[in-house]
């Protein structure tokens, strides 16, 4: 063995025992390595690497109970006392309509009251047309085209709608029908072409109750509503 074997033996010896000193030996208790990309996400930072895992999450707090569905009987509350003829009735409109909402209907109701009052008041024929059946139009046009022959014209003017209550609900084959009574105040005048006042007075507000039932078929794309009979009371 040559002076330079020696010597690089020597210094691999050295070597070795500065590294031992340094880097120390594995005994299982040491630290585990610290991952940026875990503590990310521990604290909510995006990580677009995270795949879900399948299965429940357990480290959410419960979730609260869902709210209880309502009893049948509550299901017309405020429309309809439960066991009463009128309720029995929305319930044959729900059966063939799964869309069927009377409080939607009731607010559609309303305006479709004033629009028709105010369309007839006004011989408006085109609005009528569209919101009554045929029969219920041809007796509008009759008191319409008699208006206009005596050269006459109605004036109509509403202060309130006051109440819009459901009174009955039935089901005629595919027809649905819907009986609302409406209470209102109104000022109503008729004139002659002169201007002379023939019915009514523009001072007075009257008290109206009018009793219309409106229907659809339920079997149509078409969700509109038509007035099919009118009734009324003072």
Same mark, same amino acid.
């Given at each position: 063995?040559?002076?330079?074997?020696?010597?690089?033996?020597?210094?691999?010896?050295?070597?070795?025992?500065? /590294? @031992?000193?340094?880097?120390?030996?594995? %005994?299982?208790?040491?630290?585990?390595?610290?991952?940026?990309?875990?503590?990310?996400?521990?604290?909510?930072?995006?990580?677009?690497?995270?795949?879900?895992?399948?299965?429940?999450?357990?480290?959410?707090?419960? +979730?609260?109970?869902?709210?209880?569905?309502?009893?049948?009987?509550?299901?017309?509350?405020? /429309?309809? &006392?439960?066991?009463?003829? +009128?309720? =029995?009735?929305?319930?044959?409109?729900?059966?063939?309509?799964?869309?069927?909402?009377?409080?939607?209907? +009731?607010?559609?109701? @309303?305006?479709?009251?004033?629009?028709?009052?105010?369309?007839?008041?006004?011989?408006?024929?085109?609005? +009528?047309?569209?919101?009554?059946?045929?029969?219920?139009?041809?007796?509008? &046009?009759?008191?319409?085209?008699?208006?206009?022959?005596? &050269? =006459?014209? %109605?004036?109509?003017?509403?202060?309130?709608?006051?109440?819009?209550? /459901?009174?009955?609900?039935?089901?005629?084959?595919?027809?649905?029908?819907?009986?609302?009574?409406?209470?209102?105040?109104?000022?109503?005048?008729?004139?002659?072409?002169?201007?002379?006042?023939?019915?009514?007075?523009?001072?007075?507000?009257?008290?109206?109750?009018?009793?219309?039932?409106?229907? #659809?078929?339920?079997?149509? #794309?078409?969700?509109?509503?038509?007035?099919?009979?009118?009734?009324?009371?003072?």
């Amino acid at each position: 063995m040559d002076i330079y074997t020696i010597i690089f033996l020597a210094l691999a010896v050295f070597i070795f025992l500065r /590294l @031992r000193n340094v880097l120390g030996q594995r %005994t299982g208790n040491e630290r585990p390595p610290y991952d940026r990309a875990a503590r990310n996400v521990v604290q909510g930072a995006p990580d677009n690497n995270v795949v879900p895992l399948p299965g429940a999450v357990i480290d959410q707090a419960p +979730l609260a109970p869902a709210a209880e569905v309502a009893p049948p009987t509550d299901r017309w509350k405020g /429309l309809a &006392e439960p066991g009463t003829p +009128l309720a =029995q009735g929305l319930d044959a409109i729900a059966a063939q309509d799964s869309s069927f909402d009377p409080r939607h209907f +009731l607010s559609g109701a @309303r305006g479709a009251y004033e629009m028709i009052v105010l369309a007839f008041a006004n011989g408006d024929r085109r609005a +009528l047309k569209d919101l009554l059946s045929s029969e219920v139009f041809e007796s509008f &046009e009759n008191v319409i085209r008699d208006r206009e022959k005596r &050269e =006459q014209k %109605t004036e109509t003017r509403f202060v309130s709608i006051d109440k819009a209550e /459901l009174v009955n609900a039935e089901t005629r084959d595919r027809a649905a029908q819907l009986t609302v009574r409406f209470v209102s105040q109104m000022i109503s005048v008729t004139r002659d072409k002169t201007g002379a006042i023939v019915d009514g007075n523009p001072d007075k507000v009257t008290d109206i109750t009018d009793v219309w039932t409106f229907a #659809r078929d339920t079997t149509s #794309r078409d969700p509109n509503w038509k007035l099919v009979g009118t009734g009324s009371a003072h």
